[in-house]
């Protein structure tokens, strides 16, 4: 069974910085390019980073510079370090899963939720 456990969300002031961690089970790690996608409340899903098994990464143009994307192979984890966070960045953070060919084999983490207000 797949899971993809995200945690680090919570309520962090602008400016401040939050770090994200996916732990994942029951992937060969080494198979999927992870990333980081969030949701804003009303808006759809969109693309925050990802990262491929050699460590290639893509960002957003939202994002390029103040967030940074980082994967442990060993521990079948991925972090998203986010710096300089501004009120809209507020969003569900999920982790996702894709094979870096079989298409159809992707997964979703159920979410952690980031809010930045002062």
């Known amino acids: 069974q797949v899971q993809l456990v995200e945690s680090g969300g919570g309520l962090v002031q602008p400016g401040g910085s939050l770090r994200l961690s996916c732990a994942a089970s029951g992937i060969i790690f080494s198979f999927y390019t992870m990333g980081w996608y969030r949701q804003a409340p009303g808006k759809q899903r969109e693309l925050v980073a990802t990262?491929?098994?050699?460590?290639?990464?893509n960002y957003a143009d939202s994002v390029k510079g103040r967030f940074t994307i980082s994967r442990d192979n060993a521990q079948n984890t991925v972090s998203l370090q986010m710096n300089s966070l501004k009120p809209e960045d507020t969003a569900v953070y999920f982790c996702n899963a894709r094979h870096i060919s079989m298409n159809t084999m992707v997964y979703w983490g159920k979410g952690t939720l980031v809010t930045v207000s002062s």
């Open positions: 990262i491929r098994s050699g460590g290639n990464t």
